[in-house]
Structure formats: C-alpha cells, structure tokens
C-alpha cells in the first residue's frame, strides 16, 4: 500500500519505521520541519503542507494518525471521507463519540479503520492468545493486571496533563491498553467501577486508575494503571480454572518479556510450569500494520479494530463519568 502519516512525533516516526513492505508516500505535521525531517528519511517521501495535499496524493490507500488525542477522531474521519483506510492511535479519540462517525462511515464506504493497540501484537501476549485459544485455561475466571511508569520531569506541563488535549490522564493513556487486553480474554463488560485519584503529580487529571470490570457471566477484571511506578511495570495475569497465564515486561525498562504458564495439576497442588522469553526487539508495532494491511487486502476486520476501539472508549467514559472528571 501507498500509506501517509499524520502526526510526525515520536510515534508518527514508530509507525514510518514499522510498515514492512509498504511505501511511505507522504507526511503531514503542523510542524512542518518535523514533517519534512521524517520524510527526508525515506526516498520518494513527501512533506505535503496541508491534510488535503496528503489526502489528495495520487494513489495514497491508507493513512495513520498520530496525533494528540483531541484531534484523532476528527482527523480519522476527514481521511475516511477522502476514501482511504485508516490506523488511527489508541485511544481514537477522548472519548466515543468522537470516533463513531469515522466508524459508522467506514462502514457505509466498506474501508477499513483500526485502532491502534500495538501491545495485542507483542510476541508473549500473541503466544498467551495462542494458548487462551485452545481452551486449555478452562472457563475465564478474571483478569488482573497492572501497568506504569514513574514519569519524568515537568511531565505535569506536558500535553497528557491537559484535559482538553488528551481527554484524560493514566486511564486513557496506558490504562487503555489494560482495558484492551481484558476484553481480549475476558469479553465485554457490564459492570464498570473504578478509583482515579491524582496521587502524586499536579495535574488536574488522574494520575492514577484503579479498575474493577465485571462480565455479565460474574468475571472480573482487576486493572491498575499508574504514572507513580518508580520501575516501569507490566504485568497481566490470564486466570482460568484449570491453568493461568501471566505476561511479564515488554522489553527494554519494562524487561525482558516473558510468559510463565501454570498448569493445575489433577491432585492440585504446586502447578506444572512452562515459560518462554521474548529477549528480541519490539516487532508489535511491524506486526500491528501488517495484520491492518492484510485486512484491507481481504476485505476483513483487523484484529484491534474500531469498533474494539469504541468499546474500550465507552468503558473509558462510564469510569470518568463516575468519577466526575474532566
């Protein structure tokens, strides 16, 4: 495919670097210099000056963007309009409405928009979803699942502490990609409870979220989502009545990735344990675009699409609603 990018920071330039065999054609950022330094690393590249010289290039299929949260949705759906097919980063917009309309005409138009949950793809959550496939865990009985780093210096004053640019704080940062996960295993949530404090920076978003998601069948997903963790942290555990998966890192300060399983023994007892590590270099991302592009080939939907994204976004919205945040 012919791909343009919208948004050119730092993960606007993940996305150029991850799109496997397909072509890079054009670039578009407000900052224009950011722009035009991205496309200089790719030959035949352009730096267009606008989204309607981007959208309007001879032959561009698809287009991702990167952009802050509040301009995802709206952006997502001027591409739509254009005819192109669309990976748009998580969360997709602040919050779900902002996303349908890219949704529902998609649908009309029969192309093809995904949400951009790269961590669906990393090497020890693709083998525990092997695993989970098979039904060896037996039925689900809940979720559990911890994600956070400790921040940086002014990391208050940056654009993810304002609420009218990001929508939100810990919750519709990282605490997406846990909600995300959940539903993986566990499906969709009828019951929504949470905690959103600001603990420890001074922001006036949360800084962290604590989750509690309930299935209509009783499983539980129990979720927390931190900007206080000292040493970046990820951790999901996959808990079945006869076997429980745990995810552990995700390579580089979160660690090396590894999956452990435990399988429970007929007499119960100490489990049988098996693990695999995952040392190489984050593929999540390569993978993510491949699976997109194989999809607009087919005429199917991706795995992560956007109608996973809308789901993710309304859990999002009954939390902050309960919470009476911003």
């Known amino acids: ?93 602040r919050r779900p409405g902002e996303l349908r309309p890219a949704a529902d005409l998609a649908a009309r138009r029969g192309l093809v928009v995904k949400v951009g949950f790269n961590h669906r793809f990393h090497p020890a959550l693709l083998k525990a979803r092997e695993i989970f496939d098979t039904g060896a865990l037996g039925p689900m009985m809940y979720v559990r699942g911890r994600y956070g780093h400790g921040g940086r210096i002014g990391y208050d004053r940056e654009w993810r502490a304002d609420p009218e640019l990001s929508g939100g704080g810990e919750l519709i940062d990282q605490g997406m990609h846990l909600i995300d996960l959940a539903r993986v295993f566990l499906g969709e949530f009828s019951e929504v409870s949470g905690y959103l404090p600001t603990l420890y920076w001074d922001m006036p978003v949360e800084d962290n979220a604590f989750l509690l998601l309930r299935t209509p069948q009783g499983q539980a997903a129990w979720l927390h989502a931190t900007w206080s963790e000292w040493k970046n942290l990820f951790c999901l555990e996959i808990c079945g009545r006869q076997a429980k998966l745990q995810v552990d890192g995700l390579g580089g300060s979160y660690g090396t990735e590894r999956l452990t399983y ?22 999540s991302w390569e993978l993510e675009f491949e699976d997109f592009a194989l999809a607009v080939a087919e005429g199917r939907r991706p ?24």
């Open 303 to 326: 795995w992560g699409d956007v109608e996973d994204g809308l789901r993710a976004l309304e859990v999002l919205e009954k939390l902050y609603r309960q919470s009476n945040r911003p």
């Open 262 to 283: 435990y399988k429970m023994k007929p007499e119960m007892g100490p489990p049988e344990v098996e693990a695999w590590e995952f040392p190489g270099p984050d593929r």
């Open 1 to 93: 495919m012919n791909v343009g990018i919208v948004g050119c920071g730092f993960i606007g330039q993940k996305r150029a670097a991850n799109l496997g065999g397909h072509r890079l054609a054009g670039v578009f950022d407000l900052d224009q210099g950011r722009a035009a330094a991205l496309a200089a690393r790719v030959e035949g590249c352009r730096a267009c000056s606008s989204l309607e010289e981007l959208l309007g290039l001879p032959g561009l299929q698809a287009v991702v963007v990167a952009t802050l949260h509040r301009e995802l949705g709206p952006l997502a759906l001027k591409a739509v309009e254009a005819g192109k097919h669309v990976l748009v980063e998580k969360p997709g917009g």
